[in-house]
């Protein structure tokens, strides 16, 4: 897997919109480090990450952009182990520049030397109505844009990170993507909607609970998620529940992992324990524990 895949988890033209001129000076929602990173203390010592919002004509595609920047100097290279959302990206990384499907599993990247990264992550189905066919066939795959932004990669490649700041990096990209703007499409927002009541804290745990919520029959379910999502509801599920397990754990604090298993839809402990392991590659209390040791170590 190439090196933009595996930092995504975590972020032209010469004209710039006065929207994207002044998005600096724009607060965004999204969280500074979001669920999913590993090793989220780690991770916002070493690397700056920044998300800018769409404008208001993609916001229906478009979740934010993002940017990752690093500069290790003379340091030695480090893992950066990333547990991803169900989101497709754009990427532009030097080099290797592409559309990103889902990545199902967990992945890693080695962070070394110095670079920057701008991302545009879509919202669940989002990517959907620009590539015109199912977006499973991207699970754990790429892409070329080419023929989805109508311009040649290396030249995009070129204007993106050419950009000066990240003001001209989300100005460039945006250009591109509002010059090939799809009309709607309403299976791309019932999919959204079926993926945001996946995520919620206290949503449903099983794929039957989901088709209650959704008014939708598990069949349908499953190639909405097929073509829209790229994964499937069961694995959507799972995925948020043990995102929202290693967030938990990275706080400060004292911790309940039989309670944690219960809160977050676990048969029990044990199922907790096993899923999260195989994931992250730690146990939740070896995790834990790691987490708090960096916390008390300091920068």
């Not at 460039?172 to 791309?188: Q, S």
């Not at 499937?232 to 529940?241: A, F, G």
């Not at 960096?294 to 920068?299: C, Q």
Request: aromatic share 8%; with cysteine.
């Amino acid at each position: 897997m190439g090196g933009a895949a595996r930092i995504r988890a975590l972020a032209g033209t010469t004209t710039v919109s006065a929207r994207t001129a002044n998005i600096l000076d724009k607060p965004d929602t999204t969280p500074a480090t979001p669920k999913g990173i590993v090793d989220p203390l780690g991770m916002a010592r070493r690397i700056r990450l920044a998300t800018y919002p769409p404008a208001a004509p993609l916001a229906m595609f478009v979740d934010y952009y993002w940017i990752v920047e690093w500069n290790m100097g003379q340091r030695a290279p480090e893992i950066q182990r990333v547990l991803p959302y169900p989101n497709a990206h754009l990427v532009f990384d030097r080099g290797q520049s592409a559309i990103h499907g889902v990545v199902r599993g967990a992945f890693e990247r080695s962070v070394a030397g110095a670079g920057r990264v701008l991302g545009v992550r879509f919202k669940p189905g989002g990517l959907r109505p620009f590539i015109g066919h199912p977006v499973a066939r991207l699970a754990d795959r790429t892409m070329p844009f080419d023929d989805v932004l109508r311009v040649p990669t290396m030249e995009a490649e070129q204007r993106v990170l050419g950009g000066a700041g990240d003001a001209g990096m989300v100005g460039a990209a945006e250009a591109m993507l509002l010059a090939v703007l799809p009309a709607p499409d309403p299976r791309a927002l019932t999919a959204e909607q079926a993926v945001a009541a996946a995520a919620a804290v206290d949503g449903p745990a099983s794929v039957a609970a989901l088709c209650a919520q959704m008014g939708i029959e598990e069949r349908a379910l499953q190639r909405l998620f097929s073509h829209y999502v790229g994964v499937s509801p069961k694995w959507v599920i799972q995925r948020y529940r043990l995102q929202e397990a290693s967030w938990r754990l990275a706080r400060p604090g004292p911790v309940d992992l039989a309670g944690l298993a219960s809160q977050l839809g676990f048969f029990d402990q044990a199922h907790f324990t096993r899923d999260f392991t195989k994931l992250v590659g730690t146990s939740p209390l070896e995790y834990w524990k790691s987490q708090q040791e960096t916390r008390h170590r300091g920068p």
